[in-house]
């Protein structure tokens, strides 16, 4: 099927999210470009995703590691130019991967010449593009999201002498989205990467764009009246293109970004991901359960983003106190891992590097409902660098062999980008791609087979979801149902071997096809349903009748 | 492991099922019922919040051992949902908090309950257990971390609770219980004898391991042996304050079950712990938490007059059993004191120790049938009781203490002529 026939493609989507400059260094610069990224197309392709979500590429003073845009229609010319993007894009489109791109719309780098324009005279026509004020006392209900770094929302600028808007870092401020030249600038910036071909866009940091007195500034009506005409323009000129929305709120919060269908076709959902970590460490699936219960119904074209971790910290925002408490105590006693409200590790490391862990953990992700994404190296394994500032540990180069610059670049290692992980545990010696391709039982070749399963059925993608409740506590179980097609998933989140009565009574008569092997297990009687399972195992059961 | 063994036998197919689901938890509390709707609802509730409150991170289980229940107690201690506790007390539960419950066959007794609570504790590898009574009517939550924290912090094996009671309140632990096990066993356990108590598994195992389970009892004060096997084990005990203890009220016809479990129980224990206690002298302080009691003064009708009228009666009527039981001298004395008026009655403090020790060796020796002796000492008590009641009538609360630091010292003292009459009969 041709790739935009299929409106709905992001429902079946395993998306790999990759930062180019991590990657792959095609040039000996020593930082990650788009030749390198397609280099590599053919081993995403091996391993079985089908889109790839890469962060921001455009030019920039990263300070923000790309957050902070200095000019939307075009490339940082660190990762080469808009026609090795284009080139990328075609290599991309030519495997059946589609492509989500970044699109920052809150606001731009201080560096931005819309900024420069804004700031230098109070009459410039762009002045109105920002958000000024006199004082530094408007929006006082707006809480600060980048507690280690900021003490308030307004910042002082000396050159216009007047206070502007920033939600995050100083140097990002926002855009004023009640000035219709700022929204239909937006829309031509989407467009310019739309009609280049680019599937999708993860918008960053959608809940801030208006400001409103006496509000806490995020959710507003008004910033949902843009969100939706930006839909209703990408569904006019570019049907089959998909926003997906980083919002990083309570399930009931975000449910307005669905809109009836008509906002966003994805959002990632924020507040499980932690819980997934809690109900491991708990050996209860209570956290999963309860937050999904508490997730509503989105309309039939919308999706679920799940992830369990990404380019940022493990953000405990959508937790509560007593539950971040544990978190931390659970997962980053060394306070140096903390940032933010949240936790600046990888998975493998966070999990201590414990396979079945690690497994269980991705088999939650592709089998519960939502998109999976997968963050680059994190199939493998790959560990992280406390050491290094801000959420810079968790963007190392990706390690592809235990030879010079772990393959990522022959650059001399001291004009990487970022030093590699070097540690005996997770260095690049020791876990890379090349080693995990030639090891038949590496995470590397685990995760390719789980891939593969879980592309054999629409069902995880599209399908409804059932919990059963089993007595015992320590196992989550829930069928998957699309059509006639019935899928049991079956997870022990103890790291003990347990023993499961589920109640199927509502299945009689089928038999278990365990997925990954495809053997049978027993017929479904009246009775419970004993499974006896091993510490951290999971399985998938395609129940069939006969 | 052939006790093991016959745990698991002891316990139905559908509960360990449910113990099953449980698995392993750090925290257990355990809830002996019978036919205790009344208050069952409101403690379940508590002590859910108590372990929201205390024990936030711990795994934790509710174990309810009934022992036949007709007025659904079983129901409302499974029932009780923890989101009933949430909305008034703002708690958050991180985990699954069970609620699980199982009717043995027999007739209500806490030896099996209590067995059962235990052989849970066991299978379930309980790190702290606790036990509480369905009739704490004024149960706090903060019970739990009192009970449950000398265990899980301080290493301790045993906690049992000291109270705010009023000075005539538990007369039987007052004069008896509390001064006989200090002077006998030489730790100064203020509630030996207690529906309330937190242990940890190594105690809770010993003790499963090493009950006669079967002796016909029904496991009569089994929590006073439970406290005995803890000081005979050498287990570590501590004491922690509770605050004031409602209780329901007793008839006078409740004297002679209160003496079987308490005194029947502790001259029971005698015999095979005797080298343990006859080795003994003095007594220690047992660590405590918060106060070491409180004492309430407020006045309290007590009917006295009936109470030396029933010991002089009793004197009289059960001469004959006496005669077996008691020393000549003693019982002279007794019927001495039995013909004095109210103002010069007095049983004093020494006598009262000698009748007790008699009775004990008594009791070893099975003079008479050993129910018949216990039910023997209930006129006597009652003797003793008044005294108590004419002594302090107008004391303070520290002359309440002094009273009975010096009945103690008292039992204390006279330790060898029990251990005279123990050995003479060897």
């Known amino acids: 099927m041709p790739l935009h026939q299929d409106v709905l493609w992001y429902k079946d989507a395993i998306v790999y999210q990759v930062h180019v400059r991590t990657f792959q260094d095609s040039n000996g610069d020593g930082i990650g470009d788009f030749p390198g990224l397609e280099e590599k197309l053919d081993y995403l392709l091996e391993l079985g995703i089908n889109a790839i979500w890469l962060m921001p590429f455009f030019p920039s003073p990263l300070r923000d590691d790309g957050y902070d845009i200095a000019d939307y229609s075009t490339v940082h010319s660190s990762y080469g130019t808009?026609?090795?993007?284009?080139?990328?894009?075609?290599?991309?489109?030519?495997?059946?991967?589609?492509?989500?791109?970044?699109?920052?719309l809150n606001h731009t780098s201080d560096q931005h010449p819309w900024f420069q324009e804004s700031r230098s005279s109070k009459d410039n026509p762009r002045r109105d593009w920002y958000v000024w004020s006199d004082t530094n006392t408007r929006y006082q209900g707006t809480r600060i999201i980048f507690l280690d770094a900021e003490t308030s929302n307004w910042a002082w600028d000396p050159i216009s002498t007047s206070y502007y808007w920033h939600r995050f870092f100083?140097?990002?401020?926002?855009?004023?989205?009640?000035?219709?030249?700022?929204?239909?600038?937006?829309?031509?910036?989407?467009?310019?990467?739309?009609?280049?071909?680019?599937?999708?866009?993860?918008?960053?940091?959608?809940?801030?764009?208006?400001?409103?007195?006496?509000?806490?500034?995020?959710?507003?009506?008004?910033?949902?009246?843009i969100l939706k005409e930006l839909r209703r323009q990408l569904d006019e000129h570019f049907p089959g293109r998909m926003l997906l929305a980083e919002a990083n709120q309570w399930p009931a919060d975000l449910r307005p970004y669905f809109g009836d269908g008509d906002e966003f076709h994805m959002a990632f959902h924020f507040p499980l991901m932690p819980r997934m970590f809690m109900g491991l460490k708990l050996e209860d699936r209570k956290p999963i359960t309860e937050i999904l219960q508490q997730t509503p119904e989105i309309p039939p074209s919308c999706q679920w983003s799940l992830f369990l971790r990404n380019h940022d910290e493990l953000t405990l925002e959508m937790v509560t106190d007593e539950e971040r408490d544990y978190m931390y105590d659970m997962y980053a006693q060394d306070?140096?891992?903390?940032?933010?409200?949240?936790?600046?590790?990888?998975?493998?490391?966070?999990?201590?590097?414990?396979?079945r862990r690690i497994e269980l953990m991705n088999g939650m992700l592709m089998s519960l409902p939502g998109t999976p994404i997968i963050y680059y190296g994190d199939e493998i394994g790959m560990g992280d660098n406390i050491n290094l500032g801000d959420r810079n540990g968790v963007r190392t180069p990706m390690q592809w062999s235990g030879e010079?610059?772990?393959?990522?670049?022959?650059?001399?290692?001291?004009?990487?980008?970022?030093?590699?992980?070097?540690?005996?545990?997770?260095?690049?010696?020791?876990?890379?791609?090349?080693?995990?391709?030639?090891?038949?039982?590496?995470?590397?070749?685990?995760?390719?087979?789980i891939i593969t399963v879980r592309r054999s059925t629409a069902v995880f993608g599209r399908g409804s979801i059932e919990f059963l409740y089993p007595a015992n506590h320590r196992i989550l179980a829930y069928v998957r149902r699309l059509g006639n097609e019935a899928v049991l998933v079956v997870n022990n989140l103890s790291g003990t071997a347990q023993a499961v009565e589920l109640d199927l009574r509502r299945y009689k008569g089928n038999i278990l096809i365990e997925m990954s092997g495809q053997n049978m297990f027993p017929r479904v009687g009246d009775q419970p349903y004993l499974l006896t399972m091993g510490p951290y195992q999971f399985y998938w059961f395609r129940l069939r009748r006969v | 492991m052939e006790t093991k063994l016959a745990e698991e036998t002891f316990l139905t197919d559908d509960f360990l099922r449910q113990l099953i689901n449980v698995g392993e938890v750090d925290i257990l509390v355990g809830l002996p019922t019978h036919n205790n709707a009344k208050t069952i609802g409101s403690i379940v509730h508590t002590i859910q919040s108590g372990i929201l409150q205390c024990f936030p991170r711990e795994r934790a289980v509710i174990i309810n051992a009934d022992g036949g229940s007709r007025d659904g107690s079983t129901e409302l201690v499974t029932g009780a949902s923890i989101d009933d506790v949430r909305p008034a007390s703002n708690l958050y539960a991180l985990r699954t908090l069970h609620a699980i419950s199982t009717q043995y066959a027999s007739s209500p007794a806490s030896g099996v309950a209590l067995r059962t609570i235990l052989a849970a504790a066991e299978l379930l590898r309980a790190k702290a257990c606790v036990v509480l009574s369905p009739e704490s009517a004024n149960i706090e939550p903060e019970w739990l971390a009192k009970l449950l924290h000398p265990v899980r912090r301080d290493g301790f094996d045993l906690v049992t609770p000291t109270y705010r009671r009023h000075k005539f309140e538990g007369l039987l632990i007052t004069n008896l219980l509390y001064p006989m096990v200090r002077a006998l066993y030489g730790v100064g356990i203020r509630e030996a004898y207690t529906p309330e108590f937190g242990f940890s598994s190594r105690l809770g195992s010993h003790f499963l391991a090493q009950n006669a389970w079967n002796d016909g009892t029904g496991g009569t004060g089994v929590e006073l042996r439970f406290?005995?096997?803890?000081?005979?084990?050498?287990?570590?005990?501590?004491?922690?304050?509770?605050?004031?203890?409602?209780?329901?009220?007793?008839?006078?016809?409740?004297?002679v079950p209160a003496l079987r479990q308490t005194v029947g129980t502790l001259f029971s224990a005698l015999e095979p712990d005797f080298p343990v206690w006859s080795t003994v002298a003095g007594s220690r302080p047992v660590p405590t938490t918060g106060a070491d009691q409180e004492v309430l003064l407020e006045p309290l009708r007590v009917n006295r007059k009936r109470l030396r009228e029933m010991f002089s009666t009793g004197v009289a009527e059960l001469e004959s059993v006496f005669e077996s039981i008691l020393s000549p001298s003693t019982l002279a004395e007794l019927q001495r004191i039995a013909r004095q008026g109210e103002e010069e009655f007095h049983y004093s403090g020494e006598l009262w120790v000698k009748?007790?020790?008699?009775?004990?060796?008594?009791?070893?020796?099975?003079?008479?049938?050993?129910?018949?002796?216990?039910?023997?000492?209930?006129?006597?008590?009652?003797?003793?009781?008044?005294?108590?009641?004419?002594?302090?009538?107008?004391?303070?609360?520290?002359?309440?203490?002094?009273?009975?630091?010096?009945?103690?010292?008292?039992?204390?003292?006279?330790?060898?002529?029990?251990?005279?009459?123990?050995?003479?009969?060897?």
């Not at chain 1, 590699?420 to 010696?429: A, C, H, N």
Request: proline share 4%; net charge negative; hydrophobic share 40%.
């Open chain 2, 355 to 426: 009748t007790v020790y008699e009775f004990a060796a008594a009791y070893q020796r099975s003079v008479i049938s050993r129910d018949h002796i216990i039910q023997a000492l209930a006129p006597i008590f009652r003797g003793r009781a008044f005294t108590f009641l004419m002594e302090n009538r107008d004391a303070s609360a520290e002359d309440v203490e002094n009273n009975i630091e010096g009945l103690c010292l008292e039992f204390e003292r006279l330790k060898p002529y029990l251990l005279q009459m123990w050995k003479s009969r060897e």
């Open chain 2, 227 to 255: 406290a005995l096997a803890a000081i005979a084990g050498g287990y570590r005990i501590c004491q922690s304050f509770l605050g004031e203890k409602d209780h329901i009220e007793r008839h006078a016809a409740d004297l």
């Open chain 1, 335 to 355: 306070k140096t891992m903390r940032l933010n409200l949240g936790i600046r590790r990888r998975l493998a490391p966070l999990l201590n590097n414990d396979r």
């Open chain 1, 82 to 104: 808009l026609e090795d993007f284009r080139k990328l894009l075609g290599s991309a489109h030519d495997r059946g991967i589609r492509v989500i791109i970044e699109m920052v």
């Open chain 1, 170 to 225: 100083s140097h990002q401020p926002d855009l004023n989205y009640d000035n219709p030249a700022v929204r239909e600038q937006m829309w031509n910036v989407m467009k310019f990467w739309l009609e280049m071909g680019v599937d999708a866009f993860r918008l960053d940091a959608v809940p801030y764009l208006v400001e409103r007195e006496g509000t806490n500034c995020e959710n507003l009506l008004e910033t949902h009246e």
């Open chain 1, 404 to 449: 010079w610059n772990g393959g990522f670049s022959a650059a001399d290692p001291e004009h990487l980008y970022a030093p590699l992980i070097q540690d005996p545990v997770y260095g690049y010696p020791a876990v890379n791609v090349l080693r995990q391709k030639a090891s038949e039982h590496s995470l590397l070749n685990w995760m390719r087979s």
